[in-house]
Nanobody
Framework: QVQLVESGGGLVQPGGSLRLSCVAS????????MGWYRQAPGKQRELVAI???????NYAGSVKGRFTISRDNAKNTVFLQMNSLKPEDTAVYYC?????????????WGQGTQVTVSS
């Protein structure tokens, strides 16, 4: 199993910045991709950004150029730097890790951290 703990959410004004962190523990040697998803009230959970173990990244179109995902494999941590935040970025942000074990590839999720963008 892989456990994930997020931190760094909060309230920020439009145009501001926040940095989310997610620390993994447990079967960390089996982790492949890590990423961030978000879920706004009344909407489905959506992918924000994903990063492979080797550092390849992919972003949702709505955040490209504003958000940056990075990863420190030595510290088992993934980050999401969010700049130029907009009210529509308001959501609960969830860290995700895809890990391998007998039977296939599985998902682990963090508990979520609230990000609110409002003046």
């Amino acid at each position: 199993q892989v456990q994930l703990v997020e931190s760094g959410g909060g309230l920020v004004q439009p145009g501001g910045s926040l940095r989310l962190s997610c620390v993994a523990s447990g079967r960390i040697f089996s982790i492949n991709d890590m990423g961030w998803y978000r879920q706004a009230p009344g909407k489905q959970r959506e992918l924000v950004a994903i990063i492979s173990r080797g550092g390849s990244t992919n972003y949702a179109g709505s955040v490209k150029g504003r958000f940056t995902i990075s990863r420190d494999n030595a510290k088992n941590t993934v980050f999401l730097q969010m700049n130029s935040l907009k009210p529509e970025d308001t959501a609960v942000y969830y860290c995700n890790a895809k890990y391998s074990r007998i039977g296939g590839i599985f998902d682990s999720w963090g508990q979520g951290t609230q990000v609110t963008v409002s003046s």
